[in-house]
C-alpha cells in the first residue's frame, strides 16, 4: 500500500498520515496530539519493536545510526519529510524491516522522529505494539495491539487474519 501511495502521489496534500492496524487501539492520544500540534521538528511517530526489551534507552539503536525495526501496527508521519521514492521499492518481506530501511535517511537520521513512550513491547521476538505492558503492571501503554486472548510465545506474527 505504501509502495502505491508513494508511486502515485497520493499523500502530498497532507500534513500528517498516520496508519494503523484494525486490531491496534489508540488508548491514550495526549502524546500523539502534542507533538503533531505542538512539535514543529517532528517529522514521525514511531514505536521502535525492540527498544523495550532492550532496556529504556529511547535511543536505542542496533548499530551507530541505524535503528532496527520500527512498528508498522502504527505509526504517524510528515509525507513531505520522506524522499519520493521512499517506499518505491521494498527492501525486505518483513514489513518492519522493510519500513525501517525506507524511512532510515529522510527521517531517522535526520531526527525529527519521535519515539511514542510505553508503547513499545517488553520481549524481543515480540513486535507487536504495547505487548507485555498491560500484563507487568506498568499503567497499561498508550497504543495497543489487542488481542482477547493469550498470544503463544512461539507465535511471532499476528494471528488474525484480515
Known sequence: ALTDAAKNRWFDNYDWV?????DVIVRNDTFLVDTIY???NATALLIDCYHGAHGTNAD???AENEYYAMHTDFF???PSALSHDAFRIPRTNIAEY???AAIQDSILQVGGHRLIPGAEPLHAGKCKV???RDLAGLGG????HYHPQRIPDDVTSCPIPF
Open 98 to 100: 522493510s519500513f525501517t
Open 76 to 78: 504517524a508521519l510528515k
Open 130 to 132: 504495547g505487548f507485555g
Open 141 to 144: 501503554t498508550p497504543i495497543t
Open 60 to 62: 536505542y539503536k542496533h
Open 38 to 40: 505542538g512539535d514543529a
Open 18 to 22: 498516520i496508519r494503523l492496524n484494525p
